[in-house]
């Protein structure tokens, strides 16, 4: 079983998962109300040790295409506050211990908060030719409801092989 990074924005904590199981909570900094941290789930795409700013602290662990990133910081008092342009920043020695642990691809899921929401789903694979559209049809709810329980960023990028929660 794979690593997992999932990050709580309103506990302002990350969680990481060594072999599906709990390894280590710790605090983090995030996105500020007009520069939120981006909800839903992504992955590593990208890894600096040092990076060259030194705002970024000593490790960068890159998730979104727009330069979203779990990183350190040059402001350890700022660690646990809504204070970023959307990154996840964390104490340099946080970092540094999942750093090494984490590759890319490791899945980094935000939520805004631990609430389960009370919806029933099954678990469905999207086949090559499928769209939101068609899915909505075929199990008879919306696309709205198919991208609000999968937290879609995307609407228009669903990709064969990937597995959609489909409301009931």
Not at 42 to 71: A, D, E, V
Not at 80 to 95: E, F, I, L, T
Request: positive net charge; hydrophobic residues 35%.
């Amino acid at each position: 079983m794979a690593n997992k990074i999932l990050i709580i924005l309103e506990q302002k904590q990350l969680h990481f998962y060594n072999n599906g199981q709990l390894d280590r909570s710790f605090s983090v900094a995030v996105g500020k109300q007009n520069t939120p941290t981006p909800t839903g789930n992504f992955s590593i795409i990208n890894k600096i040790k040092n990076p060259y700013n030194p705002t970024l602290g000593t490790r960068w662990l890159q998730f979104t295409s727009r330069m979203h990133g779990i990183h350190g910081t040059n402001q350890p008092h700022l660690i646990g506050q809504a204070v970023s342009k959307g990154c996840v920043r964390m104490y340099n020695r946080d970092v540094e211990y999942i750093f090494p642990q984490v590759s890319i691809g490791t899945t980094v899921q935000i939520k805004t908060t631990t609430a389960q929401e009370n919806v029933e789903y099954f678990i469905y694979t999207v086949q090559v030719n499928d769209s939101l559209y068609h899915l909505a049809r075929k199990f008879e709810t919306t696309i709205a409801n198919i991208i609000k329980i999968n937290n879609l960023e995307n609407k228009n990028l669903i990709y064969p092989g990937q597995q959609l929660k489909i409301p009931l």
